[in-house]
């Protein structure tokens, strides 16, 4: 049982690059949400999936994009970077309560 | 104005002392409450949930809920090194699953 698992753990891209952060987890949870944490200003919800076929933004979805592919994964998307998207990336899931259960991270640095 | 506010910490006290981590929040209709602690370059784990308010003991971990007064705390009782970490305090209103998280306290226990 892993959990929530991500990947890849470090990425570093040039301005202009895209990428797919994926996420999946494997304690059949409904709901599903990608934060970013950067220094002083805790977890910022990007985009969630409260359910398999739904997603629904967050506090800072612009500039990133998200699909639900099944129940089990959930992946977040930048389709053109930029150093503002230099961040931690947290995927997570969760039973309706609240109750969340986060990955490793991703750590993306935009140069 | 923040739905959610945590002591901003930085906190450090000595092996053995008793911890006092505290939120206050905004919105009455938060129901579910919960502790996460997030070590160094690590993604937070759940350590404690609460519905009610109350005290819920886990260990040398109690969490309290005071609904009245909008207030949490989570108690650290016999403080140890290995329990310097950032602790997030997070809220969730009914089903929805979205949690509004607090921007963390980092606690330094030193032995």
């Known amino acids: 049982n892993a959990g929530v698992t991500q990947t890849p753990k470090f990425q570093v891209l040039k301005t202009g690059q895209s990428m797919t952060l994926q996420c999946a987890q494997d304690m059949n949870h409904n709901s599903m949400y990608w934060y970013r944490q950067d220094p002083g200003m805790g977890l910022r919800l990007i985009y969630y999936?409260?359910?398999?076929?739904?997603?629904d933004k967050g506090e800072v979805p612009n500039g990133y994009n998200v699909s639900r592919l099944n129940k089990r994964e959930f992946s977040l998307r930048l389709e053109s970077a930029a150093p503002s998207q230099t961040s931690v990336y947290f995927c997570?899931?969760?039973?309706?309560?609240?109750?969340?259960?986060f990955g490793p991270g991703t750590r993306l640095t935009v140069t | 104005q923040k739905e959610v506010e945590q002591d901003p910490g930085p906190l450090s006290v000595p092996e053995g002392a008793i911890v006092s981590l505290n939120c206050t929040y905004s919105n009455s209709a938060f129901q579910y409450f919960m502790w996460y602690r997030q070590y160094s370059r690590k993604g937070p784990e759940l350590l404690m949930y609460t519905y009610s308010s109350g005290n819920k003991e886990d260990g040398r971990f109690t969490a309290q809920v005071d609904k009245s007064s909008k207030y949490i705390s989570l108690f650290i009782r016999d403080s140890q090194p290995s329990d310097s970490a950032t602790y997030l305090c997070?809220?969730?209103?009914?089903?929805?699953?979205?949690?509004?998280f607090g921007d963390g306290t980092t606690l330094t226990v030193k032995p």
């Open positions: 997070a809220m969730t209103k009914g089903n929805a699953g979205k949690s509004t």
């Open positions: 999936s409260a359910s398999e076929g739904t997603t």
């Open positions: 997570a899931s969760s039973v309706s309560r609240g109750e969340q259960y």
